[in-house]
């Protein structure tokens, strides 16, 4: 089993950046692709970036191509997604998951909010 647990969401004005953190734990070695997600208020939750844990491979979702970049630090079994010219519609919560070699997906845990100002 998986575990992942998100940070580094704040608040800030739009044009600015963050850094999102997920950490992962237990079955590392299972992990096949890790993915940021996002859900804003009365909407579904979406797919943000993803990266591959074999080859580095990685996918944004066409709102965020040019402004997010998502890396990996095997080190610290650490996913971020940096955030650049933020704008108000990235205002969310923020959530990692995982899917692995065997499968299954790790369970959602309770995000991190990122508020963007206009």
């Known amino acids: 089993e998986v575990q992942l647990v998100e940070s580094g969401g704040g608040l800030v004005q739009a044009g600015g950046s963050l850094r999102l953190s997920c950490v992962v734990s237990?079955?590392?070695?299972?992990?096949?692709?890790i993915g940021w997600f996002r859900q804003a208020p009365a909407k579904e939750r979406q797919g943000v970036s993803r990266?591959?844990?074999?080859?580095?491979?990685?996918y944004y979702a066409e709102a965020v191509k040019g402004r997010f970049t998502i890396s990996s630090d095997n080190a610290k079994n650490t996913v971020y997604l940096q955030m650049n010219f933020l704008k108000p519609e990235d205002t969310a919560v923020y959530y990692c998951?995982?899917?692995?070699?065997?499968?299954?997906?790790?369970?959602w845990g309770q995000g991190t909010q990122v508020t963007v100002s206009s």
């Open positions: 237990g079955s590392t070695f299972d992990v096949y692709n």
């Open positions: 990266i591959s844990s074999s080859d580095g491979a990685t």
């Open positions: 998951n995982c899917r692995t070699y065997s499968g299954s997906y790790s369970d």
